[in-house]
């Protein structure tokens, strides 16, 4: 568990990070082992877990030694099923870190969403 203080909140206690792959922790279908090692010490205090929808067909591969849960989700409605996974391990509890359109909801929904913009941007809903 991690707790952190924000200002006019309190104290926020998270105990799950969620991931998106690609276009957060990922560019071009990999990750930097900067990241990986960044994942493996945050795994220590938090469950991580990383969704994607697989977009580079390589999910088990860019994912080897990362301490975190993989789990691949459709492509199609991804949004929904992310969503409902956040929903199962429970919204004040988890943290996410997105950018694409699928992780819109999740982003909104869990107790602290922090949306990535790197080279590959970020996209919301209106």
Request: no cysteine; charged share 20%; hydrophobic share 45%.
């Amino acid at each position: 568990m991690i707790e952190i203080v924000i200002p006019g909140e309190g104290i926020v206690r998270l105990e799950n990070l969620i991931l998106d792959l690609n276009g957060t922790i990922a560019l071009d279908g990999l990750i930097a082992p900067e990241v990986k090692a960044t994942i493996n010490a945050l795994s220590q205090k938090l469950s991580i877990f990383i969704l994607s929808a697989d977009t580079h067909g390589n999910l088990a591969e860019v994912t080897k030694g990362i301490k975190a849960e993989v789990k691949s989700v459709a492509r199609e409605n991804s949004y929904q099923q992310k969503q409902n996974f956040l929903k199962g391990l429970g919204r004040a509890k988890t943290a996410v870190i997105g950018n694409g359109i699928n992780d819109y909801l999740i982003l909104k929904d869990a107790r602290i969403g922090i949306a990535v913009i790197g080279k590959e941007g970020v996209s919301s809903r209106p």
